[in-house]
């Protein structure tokens, strides 16, 4: 049974441009969630994907967007980069989209916005 | 507002040395808490999920808590490779998506040989 993946594995971007980060499901796993982690702080919930359709997000503004595949696979997508998006972006995904359901992270996409 | 915060910043034991890291919450409605482990480097590991009061869950080692107010994960003869980041979590009820957790800054644990 293979993990959780994401590519790549770190980044650097400059202020303004675009990146989109990706991430490879749990086998029989539809459900991801993303998830924002500066520096020395927990993880801030970006959004919740499940069979394709976003089902929650958080305080993230809308140049934060992302794509659920049919493979269930996914891809967050930020716009318009500034330096505070400099972060560990982790990905989770779960058997559903249901608390009692125990989330499986991968390893993070380390971006740095320069 | 929905907060989650965690004591000690920092802890180091001496292995064998037993102790409780805290986690305190204010939020509008409890859905669940959770503990999770993050070692450097690497997406946080899911240890526990509470739901109520009263509610304890063990192991290995770790035992979670939780009442009202607080939880606490308490760590029994810790080993070195108990050394972490320990993170606590809390997802509210008037908050979309069941996988919405907030999150404390962490404990971070290290066990001296």
């Known amino acids: 049974e293979t993990g959780v993946t994401q590519s790549p594995t770190h980044l650097i971007k400059t202020r303004g441009q675009q990146v989109t980060l990706r991430c490879s499901s749990q086998?029989?796993?539809?459900?991801v969630s993303w998830y924002q982690q500066a520096l020395g702080q927990g993880p801030q919930f970006i959004f919740q994907?499940?069979?394709?359709?976003?089902?929650g997000r958080g305080n993230f503004p809308p140049r934060f967007s992302g794509l659920q595949f049919p493979n269930y696979s996914s891809e967050l997508n930020v716009n318009a980069l500034e330096l505070d998006d400099s972060a560990l972006y982790l990905c989770?995904?779960?058997?559903?989209?249901?608390?009692?359901?125990?989330?499986?992270f991968g390893p993070g996409t380390r971006l740095t916005v320069t | 507002e929905d907060q989650v915060t965690q004591s000690p910043e920092a802890l180091r034991l001496q292995e064998g040395e037993s102790s409780s890291l805290n986690c305190s919450y204010t939020?509008?409605?409890?859905?669940?808490l959770f503990w999770y482990r993050q070692d450097p480097g690497k997406g946080p590991e899911f240890l526990f999920t509470?739901?109520?009061a009263g509610e304890e869950k063990e192991k290995e080692r770790l035992k979670a808590t939780l009442t009202k107010k607080e939880s606490f994960l308490h760590i029994t003869a810790p080993k070195p490779e108990d050394s972490a980041t320990y993170l606590c979590a809390v997802s509210p009820k008037d908050q979309t998506g069941a996988n919405n957790l907030f999150f404390g800054t962490g404990t971070r644990l290290t066990v001296i040989p």
């Open positions: 509470l739901y109520s």
């Open positions: 989770a995904s779960s058997p559903g989209p249901f608390l009692d359901y125990e989330q499986y």
């Open positions: 994907y499940y069979r394709e359709e976003e089902n």
């Open positions: 939020v509008s409605g409890l859905r669940g």
């Open positions: 086998s029989g796993h539809n459900t």
